[in-house]
């Protein structure tokens, strides 16, 4: 049994024995003790909350109940987006290896969780794991998914034009591609910020998840895993360029399916017309690959390079091609975007690294200190970050005055962000919760890992686990928000293959969206008759199938996951035999 196949049995064991929310010796289990329900990594931070508690004190325990560690509760007053009186603990320099709880001065006590070392292993590879779950088109293959093993749906060999392609007949072929989330649409804006992310690891670690880490059909073809999975997405990129060089929007039905798997979901399926957000975001997608991938595969490198340049030029003569909403029969998800400086300057970026051709530069140049962190829908607001990103790269041409340029605005972003932490009662760097928010935090991560990449300074890297704690349980919900991953995790997502396969567990290694105090879903629940459980941003979360806004999935949200994932973990022992 692989390791993580292991650790869901363990989970499903776990979840059976929680029920009971009483333990061996005779205390009680309460959620109200948030901590990283994985665990602590050994050398690094290690803190919890504790929310409206008398207790003063607590106690580690180990599994035969022993108390080895014992420390203070430090009073971090009211945090307004929970209404939590916030109390924190710290055994930092706790360093035992082995699985132990936290226990209060009243008995109660918490999830277990684990010291040690690789302890993110397992969420990393079903992480990435999960997009291949995701792909559409082809059959999912027992050998690879084992029980979400399950016929390919969505052919897409007919995609009929839409009239906003300007096109009153004729279909098109696009089949492949991930499904973007819990909906069967396929979204040009999403896929390009999931796949720069993606690629923008594999840029700073070419070495993580190697061949045959992931257990995919491609693993043993002797190219890095990563690298395969996410060709899986830029080869359906690729058909979605037309002739001219502009790039679809979107490939959807008029209205969103029902929650059937994919075989069962056969209504028309729809391109929709150009956009200049979308052709931009493909060709610095393209643009990334084409250096990325050269080394294995040249052809697909220069392949990749033609097709962005073809983008580019054709978004250079239609810089105003708007995707400002959807066509009035169209009902999916628009990914709407009319501010389109982040996506020129993206494409820009990666199209200077890639040629070396100073018109790229020039175009850039006046930004290089212009990186900003910017709270919600990264796919819309901060594309630029990838580029900044990869300028900093050995890679890239960019001289060593201008990195430094780059560099500096990094850091002053990751100190920035590293403060908010320390002031924060609940020392998380992300104080607002809209659409998809656990992803504001992974993108915070984000930033950290590369300030940490590029200085090896230890507290970014400090900031970057401390980020994790709150993804992983050390939040006011008391949720890991990974499914498959914790204690406490989400098992209704709003996810239709999840929902359909008559599977209890959903997906395993989906990153939820997380507290959002927009709410849209509340009709939805409503008819349900569910409701969210209290009105507070921080908590406006709810493990219901029927709200897509805050228990959604989205390939968006785990693309920077990954990132900071994938940066943390060894894969290298992770070799498997390829019949
Ligand atoms: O992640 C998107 C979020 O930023 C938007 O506010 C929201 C409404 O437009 O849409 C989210 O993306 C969804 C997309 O439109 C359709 N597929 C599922 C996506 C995740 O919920």
Redesign the pocket.
């Known amino acids: 049994m692989k390791s993580h196949q292991f650790f869901i049995v363990f989970f499903i064991i776990f979840l059976s024995f929680q029920c009971s929310q009483q333990d061996d010796s005779n205390t009680m289990v309460s959620d109200k003790i948030r901590i990283n329900q994985i665990g602590y990594e050994i050398n690094s931070p290690k803190r919890f909350i504790v929310s409206d508690t008398e207790s003063e004190a607590f106690e580690i325990i180990n599994e035969s109940g022993d108390v080895i560690h014992e420390g203070i509760l430090i009073d971090r007053g009211e945090w307004k987006s929970s209404g939590e009186s916030v109390k924190l603990g710290d055994f930092s320099t706790f360093n035992d290896y082995g699985t132990f709880r936290i226990r209060l001065e009243d008995q109660e006590t918490s999830y277990p969780f684990q010291i040690g070392s690789n302890l993110y292993l397992d969420a990393a590879i079903d992480g990435l794991k999960s997009f291949y779950l995701q792909r559409m088109t082809i059959d999912i293959d027992q050998k690879y998914a084992g029980v979400y093993r399950r016929p390919g749906g969505h052919p897409d060999t007919v995609c009929y034009f839409h009239e906003s392609t300007g096109r009153s007949t004729g279909y098109k072929s696009s089949p492949g591609g991930w499904y973007?989330?819990?909906?069967y649409?396929k979204?040009i804006v999403n896929a390009g910020i999931t796949v720069g992310t993606m690629l923008a690891l594999n840029d700073i670690n070419p070495y993580v998840f190697q061949d045959g880490s992931l257990w995919i059909p491609e693993s043993g073809n002797g190219k890095n895993d990563l690298l395969d999975e996410i060709k899986f997405e830029l080869d359906w990129m690729r058909t979605m360029q037309d002739d001219d060089g502009g790039v679809f929007h979107k490939l959807t039905t008029k209205n969103f399916e029902g929650f059937v798997m994919p075989v069962e979901a056969v209504n028309d399926r729809y391109i929709i017309g150009k956009s200049t957000a979308a052709t931009l975001d493909f060709a610095a997608s393209m643009a990334m690959a084409s250096r990325l991938y050269k080394e294995f595969d040249p052809v697909f490198g220069e392949t990749c390079l033609a097709s962005a340049l073809k983008a580019w030029s054709w978004a250079m003569n239609n810089p105003e091609a708007y995707y400002a909403k959807n066509p009035e029969d169209i009902q999916?998800?628009?990914?709407n975007d009319v501010i389109l400086d982040e996506e020129f300057f993206w494409a820009a970026a990666e199209l200077y690294i890639s040629t070396g051709e100073e018109k790229y530069h020039d175009l850039i140049q006046d930004d290089l200190s212009g990186m900003e962190f910017r709270v919600e829908?990264s796919?819309r607001n901060y594309v630029d970050n990838i580029g900044y990103y990869s300028l900093l790269s050995p890679k890239s041409p960019l001289k060593e005055a201008d990195k430094k340029i780059i560099e500096d605005r990094l850091l002053s972003l990751a100190d920035s962000l590293t403060n908010v932490i320390e002031n924060h009662p609940y020392r998380i760097p992300v104080d607002h919760f809209k659409?998809?928010s656990n992803s504001d935090f992974l993108n915070a991560a984000v930033l950290f890992t590369v300030a940490h990449h590029y200085t090896g300074d230890l507290l970014y890297k400090e900031s970057m686990y401390e980020t994790l704690d709150y993804i992983f349980g050390k939040n006011a919900t008391g949720y890991s928000f990974i499914t498959g991953f914790g204690s406490k995790t989400p098992m209704h997502i709003h996810h239709r293959q999840s929902e359909a396969d008559g599977i209890l567990d959903p997906f395993p290694g989906f990153v939820v969206?997380g507290p959002n105090i927009s709410r849209q879903d509340e009709g939805n629940l409503g008819s349900a008759g569910k409701e969210y459980e209290s009105p507070l941003p921080a908590r406006s979360y709810i493990d219901e199938v029927e709200s897509?806004a805050s228990n959604?999935i989205?390939i968006n949200w785990n693309a920077p996951y990954i990132f900071v994932l994938g940066y943390l973990v060894d894969t290298s022992d992770e070799t498997l035999i390829v019949e």
Request: hydrophobic share 30%; aromatic share 28%.
């Open positions: 973007d989330a819990g909906d649409g979204y999916t998800g628009a990914y829908e796919w659409w998809g969206g897509f959604e989205c």
